[in-house]
T-cell receptor
Framework: GQQVMQIPQYQHVQEGEDFTTYCNSS?????IQWYKQRPGGHPVFLIQ?????EVKKQKRLTFQFGEAKKNSSLHITATQTTDVGTYFC??????????FGKGTRLSVIA | KAGVTQTPRYLIKTRGQQVTLSCSPI?????VSWYQQTPGQGLQFLFE???????NKGNFPGRFSGRQFSNSRSEMNVSTLELGDSALYLC???????????FGNGTRLTVT
């Protein structure tokens, strides 16, 4: 079945440093979604990428979808303590349900 | 609009018992999905319901079951609880295929 791998599992950064998490699928995806889960909270939708090679920005966050639609990345510029949480990618292939990566837990040291 | 509501928030059960969790989706959302979240395994898909029909099922034993009612509310049931069933159970609703999931706050189940 479809698998979505996400790396790294953990990332500790100093406030102000950049952060990137990568997502790779075993199959071609129709779209990919990104979610953020704050400690003690539930996943919250951030963005969806649909087109091959698509790049979207939300303030300091940049999301990319690979040309082959099998990989994606989330890059945060100049992290802040409010960025703390676990970032999940979730892929959709055909009529399958969303398959989540295991997430990257981001810690930001002030 | 009210968000996805899950009840109860916390549950403590004993091995061998059964449990029923409830989820009320966002008004107008006909799709409801259930996920199990554990520290080591991340978010694992349990099942998805759309208009009272189970559309997809994850790789979980038959002890895990669910249903959806005509008002789109959903329940999931776990019978013969095992220690390994301790987890955060998240319900999410969406309008349709490829649309984002809206998660509830989850039910934290502890099996002792």
């Amino acid at each position: 079945g479809q698998q979505v791998m996400q790396i790294p599992q953990y990332q500790h950064v100093q406030e102000g440093e950049d952060f990137t998490t990568y997502c790779n699928s075993s199959t071609t995806l129709s779209n990919i979604q990104w979610y953020k889960q704050r400690p003690g909270g539930h996943p919250v939708f951030l963005i969806q990428l649909v087109k091959s090679g698509e790049v979207k920005k939300q303030k300091r966050l940049t999301f990319q979808f690979g040309e082959a639609k099998k990989n994606s990345s989330l890059h945060i510029t100049a992290t802040q303590t409010t960025d703390v949480g676990t970032y999940f990618c979730a892929g959709v292939g055909g009529n399958t349900p969303l398959v989540f990566g295991k997430g990257t837990r981001l810690s930001v040291i002030a | 609009k009210a968000g996805v509501t899950q009840t109860p928030r916390y549950l403590i059960k004993t091995r061998g018992q059964q449990v029923t969790l409830s989820c009320s989706p966002i008004s107008g959302h006909r799709s409801v999905s259930w996920y199990q979240q554990t520290p080591g395994q991340g978010l694992q898909f349990l099942f998805e319901y759309f208009s009272e029909t189970q559309r997809n099922k994850g790789n979980f034993p038959g002890r895990f079951s669910g249903r959806q009612f005509s008002n789109s509310r959903s329940e999931m049931n776990v019978s013969t609880l095992e220690l390994g069933d301790s987890a955060l159970y998240l319900c999410a609703s969406r309008t349709g295929d490829n649309s984002p999931l809206h998660f509830g706050n989850g039910t934290r189940l502890t099996v002792t």
